[in-house]
């Protein structure tokens, strides 16, 4: 089994920036690829990035890749999330989740499992 904890989270003003991580631990060489997702108060869990993670090659949800940037370290086994210019829309749950297989793609929840606890982003005005 492999095992995700997110950290990082926290609270920033409008226009600010975070970096969120994820490790893995446990049986990290069944991991095909990883992604984050995130999750508002009251919406559906919307997909953010998703990594490949022998290649490193990453793929982004609409409209995420001008202000969100995913990069991995393979000696850590460890996933990275850079957010810039944060706005309050951008407050939430954020998950990371890692996937044997990819059976459903990358930008697809379904295609992931484990997930980690998530890491609360929160963006004041």
């Known amino acids: 089994q492999v095992q995700l904890a997110e950290s990082g989270g926290g609270l920033v003003q409008a226009g600010g920036s975070l970096k969120t991580s994820c490790v893995a631990t446990g049986r990290t060489r069944s991991i095909y690829g990883m992604g984050w997702f995130r999750q508002a108060p009251g919406k559906e869990l919307e997909w953010i990035a998703a990594?490949?993670?022998?290649?490193?090659?990453?793929y982004y949800g609409d409209f995420m890749k001008d202000r969100f940037k995913m990069s991995r370290d393979k000696v850590k086994n460890t996933v990275y999330l850079e957010m810039n210019a944060l706005q309050p829309e951008d407050t939430a749950v954020y998950y990371c989740?890692?996937?044997?297989?990819?059976?459903?793609?990358?930008?697809?929840?379904?295609?992931?499992?484990?997930w980690g606890r998530g890491t609360q982003v929160t963006v004041s005005s």
């Open positions: 989740a890692s996937t044997p297989d990819a059976e459903y793609g990358l930008g697809h929840a379904r295609s992931y499992g484990p």
């Open positions: 990594i490949r993670w022998s290649s490193g090659e990453t």
